[in-house]
């Protein structure tokens, strides 16, 4: 089968996913057919921090406590072809035998973790659309097998647009579920053993979805994803990494939870890591959802208007544009986010409330 109807092929059997996990599932299914591997980590991001969040599918790769291990290294250990430069790279897949000119112990994820578990080459790739990384995947061979060729890694390079473009559909569904209590707190002592927990938190917790995890001297078991942005706040403190250590996840009820986490200072230097789990807050999803409907930098700075009440003379006059571009963007807002009205325009993209709710507000044409 050619590449391209292969990638026709792969690009089908996503579509008919029902959300990120059964597209992990789907895609990897049909893809070891074509490139041969052993296991797999496939892993939804966060597309604004690139930190992984929920769903993971793990293949064929022991205990949880190894998968901690390996987003241990990947966060704070110097790596080669990591998922941070990958998600900028012009090509944004790679195996780890070619970018080590064959010499994989020259990566840290081999030398503490993958040569043990008998692991001859890693191709890793991240699912990106322009900047915003949407997913990553890791696919092991095995033993003393080939590695992966120039094809391989060129037909996962070609895969990162359509399955991130898939993959970011999901972000449209509406939030739904009960109210939730106050933030929840979890702090990290420098080795990033947690060690108090809040029952906010708690309950937080029990609303995750299922996925590996790794356990704490707390008695209980904490999902990667918060153990990841606890790390990459430890990174961040080093100076390892920049930005923010924040990735959004939904609950198995449908609500959006924001968990941010921040290295405290000590007065020896560095001291614990605060991790906060609360309630995502409108302005927390809005940018992510309206990407999910392709709304471009324009048409999102009109629809925040839009969302203040502004009228269509308002917006023209505030962004120095006519009001006849004004209507022209709506147009595009409202068929690529599938709503008639402005009052379902807000309803869909700020308040996660049924678009039914805002069909009395004013139209498309009003002033």
């Known amino acids: 089968m050619t590449d391209s109807r292969l990638l026709t092929e792969l690009a089908s059997t996503a579509d008919r996913a029902a959300d990120a996990l059964d597209l992990f599932t789907r895609t990897s299914?049909?893809?070891?057919?074509?490139?041969?591997?052993?296991?797999?980590?496939?892993?939804?991001?966060?597309?604004?921090?690139?930190?992984?969040?929920?769903p993971m599918l793990v293949e064929n790769l022991g205990s949880s406590e190894r998968c901690g291990e390996y987003w241990e290294s990947e966060l704070l250990e110097e790596n080669v072809a990591s998922f941070r430069d990958l998600a900028r790279a012009a090509v944004p897949a790679i195996g780890l035998r070619v970018a080590t000119g064959d010499s994989p112990a020259r990566s840290a994820r081999f030398r503490r973790l993958l040569q043990y578990q008998g692991v001859h080459d890693e191709l890793r790739a991240v699912f990106r659309i322009g900047?915003?990384?949407?997913?990553?995947?890791?696919?092991?061979?095995?033993?003393?097998?080939?590695?992966?060729?120039?094809?391989?890694?060129?037909?996962?390079?070609?895969?990162?647009?359509?399955?991130?473009?898939?993959?970011?559909?999901?972000?449209r569904l509406p939030a739904t579920g009960a109210g939730a209590p106050a933030p929840g707190l979890i702090l990290f002592d420098g080795s990033g053993e947690a060690t108090s927990i809040n029952a906010e938190a708690l309950h937080h917790l029990s609303f995750l979805p299922d996925g590996p995890s790794v356990p704490?001297?707390?008695?209980?078991?904490?999902?990667?994803?918060?153990?990841?942005?606890?790390?990459?706040?430890?990174?961040?403190?080093?100076?390892r990494d920049r930005g923010v250590a924040r990735?959004?996840?939904?609950?198995?009820?449908?609500?959006?939870?924001?968990?941010?986490?921040?290295c405290l200072t000590g007065p020896t230097g560095l001291g614990p890591v605060a991790l906060v789990i609360e309630p995502a807050a409108a302005?927390?999803?809005?940018?992510?959802?309206?990407?999910?409907?392709?709304?471009?930098?324009?048409?999102?700075?009109?629809?925040r208007l839009v969302a203040l009440g502004r009228r269509t003379a308002d917006v023209a006059a505030e962004l120095f544009i006519s009001a006849h571009t004004v209507r022209d963007h709506l147009k595009a807002v409202f068929a690529k986010v599938g709503v008639s009205s402005r009052g379902e325009l807000v309803a869909r993209l700020f308040t996660g409330s049924s678009p039914a709710a805002g069909r009395e507000r004013v139209p498309l044409e009003a002033a």
């Open 216 to 239: 704490s001297a707390l008695g209980l078991r904490l999902p990667i994803w918060l153990a990841a942005t606890a790390m990459q706040a430890r990174a961040i403190a080093e100076g």
């Open 131 to 171: 900047d915003r990384p949407w997913a990553v995947v890791s696919l092991f061979r095995m033993g003393a097998g080939a590695p992966f060729g120039a094809e391989e890694t060129s037909l996962i390079a070609d895969l990162s647009t359509p399955l991130a473009a898939r993959l970011r559909r999901f972000a």
């Open 283 to 303: 302005a927390d999803l809005v940018e992510m959802i309206a990407e999910a409907y392709g709304l471009t930098a324009r048409e999102l700075e009109i629809a």
């Open 247 to 262: 990735m959004r996840i939904r609950t198995v009820d449908g609500r959006w939870l924001t968990c941010r986490a921040s």
């Open 29 to 54: 299914a049909r893809l070891r057919r074509s490139v041969p591997f052993d296991a797999a980590v496939w892993a939804a991001t966060d597309p604004d921090t690139g930190l992984i969040t929920a």
